[in-house]
């Protein structure tokens, strides 16, 4: 089955970096698109940043200039630079892949992200 290991949250001053990364296994070469969401404290999931196969990589407005999400389609992996880190960015971040066949779509168990001073 299909299984998704994020890694590389943790606690970060304002300003600082941090870099994610995602595992994928048991999907092969059937990726649609990977990416990253995220969910803040009392608010729905949304998207940071998403590469389609064949397409630009997409980026919420609000990390788009900050956030770099890229691939290694030979490891199967996803990783999300995050530079310039806001309070605002504080939330788990969600490893995604939608699976090319059938857009069925997995979800990591997600890494926590905080950004305090």
């Known amino acids: 089955q299909v299984q998704l290991v994020e890694s590389g949250g943790g606690l970060v001053q304002p300003g600082g970096s941090l870099r994610l990364s995602c595992a994928a296994s048991?999907?092969?070469?059937?990726?649609?698109?990977m990416g990253w969401y995220r969910r803040a404290p009392g608010k729905q999931r949304d998207l940071v940043a998403l590469i389609t196969s064949g397409n630009s990589p997409n980026y919420a407005g609000s990390v788009r200039g900050r956030f770099t999400i890229s691939g290694d389609s030979a490891k199967n992996m996803v990783y999300l630079q995050m530079n310039s880190l806001k309070p605002e960015d504080t939330a788990v971040y969600y490893c995604?892949?939608?699976?090319?066949?059938?857009?069925?779509?997995?979800w990591g168990q997600g890494t926590q992200v905080t950004v305090s001073a």
């Open positions: 048991g999907v092969g070469f059937n990726i649609g698109a």
């Open positions: 995604y892949l939608r699976r090319r066949a059938d857009n069925y779509g997995y």
